[in-house]
């Protein structure tokens, strides 16, 4: 019983998170060069869109793909805006499941007594990235031509975590991004609709990075196993020690956006100056007092 509330804790953090009364934090635009907007789309519907507001100042810069499944799975598609406005910012088209709320996130549903039910999908996710294909050569979407359907990255934080895991072996899906969760070590979790076990990471391909919160995460010890369990693919698990909440929306989403942010530009883009803050014996980022690194199948 002891372990059942504790697996329940973890899937509930985020949600009681968003649910305790405190001020609404502002919203940001984002840090990269091309201010951000999120958006509802009919074309899409039960998915929150991220994408710069300006698409005809992008150059030749083809977006990048980063689909979210949001903590405690919740259908609040804009409870981690900032960090998903900073994404977009730096040249990304990102997308998370649920609505834009008009009020508070509701409670988490339950299931069977003691369970959770996920708000939203884990299916909700390959939908994002089949649209955001789709858009990419249909004529007449402002999106046509713009993205780069070769790019694309999954994450999720927490639960969302969970619902990017059971995604990772989309043939798409160059990197995944596992944001304060990790697979439950001793058994199935607490929450309806998410199946994940730890045969999952030998599936992963592409590169993986975790980001944690240190000890104080819950979902550190599963994090850190699922890391240790990698095999051949480039990975890296980066703990900041803020804990389960993470950095979503502080101001540009925080330090984590600036970790994902130079993940992506390397593993999806090649580029030189965002691989030097991971590779390396003297990395950026193995320099950077705010956060611990460790890594494996990265030079």
């Known amino acids: 019983m002891k372990r059942l509330f504790a697996l329940a804790a973890l899937a509930a953090a985020p949600l009681a998170a968003q649910n305790a009364p405190k001020p609404e934090p502002a919203t940001t635009p984002g840090s990269g060069n091309w201010p951000a907007l999120f958006e509802a789309v009919p074309a899409l519907p039960a998915h929150v869109v991220y994408r710069p507001r300006d698409l005809s100042g992008l150059g030749r810069r083809k977006l990048g793909i980063y689909v979210f499944g949001n903590g405690g799975c919740s259908a609040d598609g804009t409870s981690s805006r900032n960090h998903l406005l900073d994404i977009a910012s730096r040249g990304y088209l990102a997308i998370a499941p649920g609505t834009i709320p008009g009020a508070a996130p509701a409670a988490p549903r339950t299931g069977p007594p003691g369970r959770l039910t996920a708000a939203t999908p884990a299916s909700a996710l390959r939908q994002a990235i089949d649209w955001a294909i789709a858009e990419n050569g249909r004529t007449g979407s402002p999106l046509k031509g713009r993205i780069d ?63 944690l919160g240190g000890p104080t995460d819950i979902a550190y010890a599963n994090g850190m196993d699922d890391f240790r369990r990698i095999g051949t693919i480039p990975a890296a698990v980066v703990n900041i020690p803020v804990g389960h909440g993470g950095t979503y929306m502080q101001p540009n989403g925080g330090i984590a956006a600036e970790v994902v942010g130079a993940w992506l530009e390397w593993r999806l883009f090649g580029d030189k100056a965002a691989a030097r803050r991971f590779t390396g014996p003297d990395c950026g980022l193995c320099r950077d007092p705010r956060l611990t690194i460790e890594r494996k199948n990265i030079r």
């Open 149 to 211: 359907p070769a790019r694309i990255a999954i994450s999720g934080f927490s639960c969302g975590g969970l619902q990017a895991l059971m995604n990772a072996d989309d043939p798409r899906v160059k990197t995944i991004v596992v944001m304060n969760s990790g697979v439950f070590n001793d058994g199935p979790g607490p929450i309806e609709g998410i199946r994940v076990g730890k045969d999952a990471i030998g599936r992963l391909h592409g590169s993986a990075l975790y980001v």
